[in-house]
């Protein structure tokens, strides 16, 4: 006696198909979500430093010893790292508005951010960088590729209206490729192989 394929119903594989959209949306809303989560972490620990910084006048070797024992807290996250530590301070002064931050930046991911604080010093140009990068979905490649051929002065400073728009999912596809996220979500080394 064979064992024979069971008979699948004739709309199987479309049900199959609306299975495998709904699976990849809660993908990236997830990540969207882990990914503000993160972002404003970033956002609050950077306004930390600069409070501090101003308020006590310490220095440099403060984030020093910041950056060890959050190390040891949490020492499956990477995000931690000096560099990183003063990123989320640049960050926390390039967006001092936290509603700012709340609904443009943290829609976009970590390294995007480090980019703009990185090669855009004036305040309005790296909103419209921020606002259009939202918009097109762009990727870090083409936003440092607009930035160096400085698109925001040959298409003007229009602005859009970004705050009424959702994320585009390729930042979110952005997202699930970076791996502080997955750091601190405490994911381990196979989401890292996945995301790649």
Known sequence: MSKETPLLPADYGDWLTDIKSRVLAARQKAALVANA???????????????????QGWGSKVIDRLERDLREAFPEMKGFSIRNLKYMRAFAEAWSDFEIVQQAAAQFPWFHLCTLIDKVKIPQQREWYLQQAIAQAWSRTTLEIHIKNRLHERQGQAVTNFTARLPAPALAQETLKAPYLFDFLGLGEEAHERGK
């Open 37 to 55: 989560g993160l972002v404003l972490l970033y956002w609050h620990i950077g306004r930390d430093i600069l409070e501090r910084q101003v308020a």
